[in-house]
């Protein structure tokens, strides 16, 4: 168990909606990460925060937005939903900037079908 | 931008033999980690190895070691006595001395063969 909680496992919804999933990161870590994946492919990186703050933004689409709360908790909200978004999303977390021994410790994914 | 590269897509090892993932990577940094993630097909990424640039000596951690060459900038993942359960899609990944950012690869997908 890497300590790392994300929900919903699995959310189905059609073309349009608008989702959120969330992410506990492992006690003590501040940086949170999120990484989608696609069906057989790598991950993608998509945007990073530290102890609240944006620190890092990658292939991030301007449909998706993430934020970081105060208690750390991480939630990625993903908007006007297409057939494409349909991937797997990881949260992940370390411990933060300057520690860098220290590796991601991954959720389980959270599955999204868009229909 | 770090880039990490898997040049194997797939690789095949026959039950109890060893198999070797190769990964290099580019960058101007003197300082940072490598880690080595599995990802079985359950989807979980489950870390596997990490090796300290500033250390000489490989890693091990049980039937899994890497070759670390820095000057040559790989880093390869040798498995032993190779089990059904090491069938995964294998990353390599590089975390880069400012500690912000995490570089995959492309990923190697391992077959064991009974």
């Known amino acids: 168990d890497s300590g790392v909680t994300q929900t919903p496992k699995h959310l189905i919804t059609a073309t349009g909606q608008r989702v959120t999933l969330r992410c506990s990161p492992r006690?003590?870590?501040?940086?949170v990460y999120w990484y989608q994946q696609s069906l057989d492919q790598g991950l993608q990186f998509l945007i990073q925060?530290?102890?609240?703050?944006?620190?890092a933004k990658g292939n991030i689409l301007e449909r998706f937005s993430a934020q970081q709360f105060p208690d750390l908790h991480s939630e990625l909200n993903l908007s006007s939903l297409e057939l494409g978004d349909s991937a797997l999303y990881f949260c992940?977390?370390?411990?933060?900037?300057?520690?860098?021994?220290?590796?991601?410790?991954f959720g389980n994914g959270t599955r999204l079908t868009v229909t | 931008a770090q880039t990490v590269t898997q040049s194997q897509p797939e690789m095949s090892v026959q039950e109890a033999e060893t198999v070797t993932l190769s990964c290099t990577y580019d960058?101007?940094?003197?300082?940072?980690?490598l880690f080595w993630y599995k990802q079985p097909p359950s989807r979980q990424m489950i870390l596997v190895i990490r090796?300290?640039?500033?250390?000489?000596q490989n890693a091990t951690e049980n039937r899994f070691s890497v070759n670390f060459q820095k000057a040559a900038k790989s880093f390869s993942l040798k498995i032993s006595d190779s089990q059904l359960g090491d069938a995964a899609m294998y990353f390599c990944?590089?975390?880069?001395?400012?500690?912000?950012?995490?570089?995959f690869g492309t990923g190697t997908s391992l077959t064991v063969i009974p």
């Open positions: 925060y530290y102890n609240g703050e944006e620190r």
């Open positions: 090796q300290e640039a500033y250390k000489q």
């Open positions: 006690s003590g870590d501040l940086s």
């Open positions: 990944a590089y975390r880069s001395q400012s500690g912000n950012q995490f570089y």
């Open positions: 992940a977390s370390s411990v933060g900037v300057g520690k860098y021994n220290s590796p991601l410790h």
């Open positions: 960058t101007s940094e003197s300082d940072y980690y």
